[in-house]
């Protein structure tokens, strides 16, 4: 259970933002950065400082706007527009919004803000796109923070202007999506017009996509269409893109607005980065996860997924068009602003992420593999609050993932199989989110965990003795009157060794023990989801190891990363609005083990992995994605020394 704190802000800030006496007291979790990142031991210069290159803009379009100069009189050069009526209908808004922008989805223009190097390139390509917010509040421009950074860095940053299918409409992801697409088929186009000024100067097999809100969706499409040849809801409509798409950003994303065949949009062979605020006021929960988890790579290779749940947080914050109102100006009268991370604290969070994943894969810059491992290690970069941070890589080989039948006892593979003892209770579920978003079917976060239970055991009231109840004196009584006691030894009384400790196995079975390089890790994700209300002691247990011997090899999980309880959250002043909602959720966060910490086992002859709750006397967990995998020499350069 989350014990809360209460923090009263300087009475100036509550004025700017509203009376007082509006606001119930504020409710946060305990505030653990300054010990969790206390380390800063990746050198610098960081990720989030600008580069070595004079940024330019330019902005391209229709050259046709009503209402915006940008894309109108002063675009660089022209583009032609595309028929985007497959994928986008505007219903009963049609005649108003095609009067307002002098276009319908039959002619929409492909236009764009360019932030990019002062230099010769060439230069990889990074497409961001908005979500959802009032049109006529334009949000392309709103990315200029990381325009001006990654420009400095040697990126090509286009932000790319889809504000007229922004509004009321619904089930328009998909068309999203495909304008992306249609962007990059342009840029094919400038890079080999002798009279563009990007001529030669994109790099046009290094292409990243970025998307917040409901473009965080969108770019999961995008890279689903980009390896199909014809449109699922209309297979008449044919595709023909396949670009060099390596990764996407998606910044507190929707998930499951557009669903094709009645399926979510599955994404395969690219990597992935996923950001989500706890404060988040429009997408209230972690929908990102969902999309996270249906990541794959049937290939294999070097590709990896991480995904960053940054505590207290908002929705708009990421755009300085949309800042901290998440639904509008009238917001400020429904959302307690007061939990909010600085703007330019959350901003800072993202360049540094968002570029250090960008450099890592479009440009294969491996310093900063550690970042995604274990943000302790950049503790003096990272804004101060709290994160939970989930990594995977293609690498990973499952012993249990909870997914693939009812059955407790099996694991992920044949011959894996799972038992426990002396737990106080063991089940598995599926993983709630904190609310259900409007442009989502459910509050699930579609993954399967077990959640596993743990307590003292009851102890035993002593029988009286014939001699206690007739009132004879015991040996304390007659050494106390001077006469002799025998002293006895456990041993000699035969009094029982002290109890094993609960603990939960999986039996790794034949053939399943993990290749023995000296870069492989047990990997597991958990949180800590129930403690009694006044417990202090810190929260930990030990990962044990067993090989085929009978031997024990354990190390405590804590040395790995914080462990978290569910984060608290308020979103809204009037706490009765938020009835039926939870207050918090539950993010797992991911521990990565070598098996080189556990000193003198041999990885080959590992017959059983174990969690023992032998450092807390009791709680609750979840946990899910127990394994193996191999990040690579280069993801442990740097790393939190255990029990450091």
Known sequence: MVRPVLRLLPLLALLVVAPAACYAPMVLSEDDSAQVLARQLVPDPSPADPGAYEVLTLTYGSGTDRHRIEYRDSVAFRTDSVDASPFVSLGGSASSRNG?????????????????????????????????????DFSD???????????????????????????????????????????????????????????????????S???????????????????????????????????????????????GQYLPTNRKVPVEGVDYLVVHGSHDGDVTSFHGLRQWNRITWPEGGDHFKAAVYMYRANHGQWNTVWNNLDNGPRSARRLDLRYLVPRQDQRRFGELY??????????????????????????????????????????????????????????????????????????????????????????SQENQAVRIGWAPPEEEDDAETEDDADGSAGAGAEAEAGGSAEVRSDADSGASEPPSPPRWSIELGAGVAPDPTPT?????????????????IPLDLTVELVDATGARYGVPLSD???????????????????SGVEHSEPVLQSFHLPLADFVGV??????????????HPEGEVLVDGIGFSDLGRAAWSVRVPPGG
Do not use: C
């Not at 569910?566 to 609005?577: A, G, K, S, V, Y």
């Not at 041999?602 to 450092?615: G, K, M, Q, S, T």
């Open 354 to 443: 968002i570029s250090a994943f960008l450099d890592l894969t479009l440009r294969g810059e491996d310093r900063w593999r550690p970042i995604f491992r274990d943000h302790r290690v950049i503790g003096g970069w990272m804004p101060k609050t709290m994160y939970v941070t989930q990594l995977q890589h293609a690498s990973f080989e499952p012993l249990a993932t909870f997914d693939e039948d009812i059955d407790v006892t099996t694991g992920a593979r044949s011959g894996v199989r799972i038992r426990g003892e002396g737990l106080e209770s063991w089940s598995e579920e599926t993983l709630r989110l904190r609310s259900r978003n409007r442009t989502s079917t459910s509050a």
């Open 209 to 255: 996509l970025m998307g917040h809100s409901r473009g965080g969706e969108a770019v999961a499409h995008a890279a689903a269409f980009n390896r199909l040849e014809r449109y699922p809801d209309d297979a008449n409509v044919t595709f023909d893109f396949g670009y060099a798409i390596r990764s996407i950003v998606a910044i507190a994303p929707v998930d």
């Open 602 to 615: 041999d990885p080959a002859r590992i017959r059983e992995v174990h969690l023992v709750f032998d450092r």
């Open 100 to 136: 307002y922008w002098g276009f319908s989805p039959e002619g929409f223009p492909l236009n764009g803000r360019v932030w990019y190097p002062d230099g010769e390139g060439p230069f990889p390509l990074v497409l961001v796109v908005h979500g959802n917010h009032d049109p006529q």
């Open 560 to 578: 790995y990363g914080p462990i978290r309880e569910p984060l608290e959250i308020r979103i809204l002043r009037r706490q009765d609005l938020e």
């Open 141 to 207: 421009p709103g990315y200029d923070y990381l325009g001006e950074l990654l420009a400095s860095r040697g990126y090509i940053l286009v932000s790319v202007d889809m504000n007229f299918i922004n509004g009321g409409i619904r089930g328009e992801n998909d068309g999203r999506g495909w304008l992306l697409l249609k962007h990059l088929e342009a840029w094919h186009g400038f890079a080999e017009d002798p009279e563009n000024p990007f001529h030669g100067r994109v790099d046009l097999e290094r292409i």
């Open 520 to 536: 492989t890790s047990l990997d597991l994700q958990l949180v800590w989801v129930d403690r009694p209300e006044e417990d202090s």
